[in-house]
């Protein structure tokens, strides 16, 4: 199982919301207990920014965008979310491919 973590997305979006030590505490346990951590990297965020431009009809958030480009990255096509944008989004070809969400 690969758990990928949009560690500045998050922190910068905590800290600008004033919720930076209740919020990050929260991600604790799921650090520690991660099989596998994957690292958002410089290439990710210009993935995910890239997406935000192909994309300009949806709102998906950096967050989101950030996890499309990581499992694009890594060549994951399952993720279990209730976030329906992991269903819109797709990729690939002509855009034919898409996740499978798993709910």
Known sequence: ??????????????????????????????????????????????AAWQIGQSYKDQDFSIVDRTSFAVMRRLGLERVASFDDDFAIFRYGPNRRRAFTVVR
Do not use: I, S, Y
């Open 1 to 46: 199982m690969h758990t990928a973590v949009a560690l500045p997305a998050r922190f910068v979006w905590f800290g600008a919301n004033g919720g930076f030590l209740a919020e990050a505490d929260k991600l604790h346990p799921l650090l520690r207990h991660a099989e596998l951590l994957e690292l958002v990297g410089v290439a990710d965020l210009e």
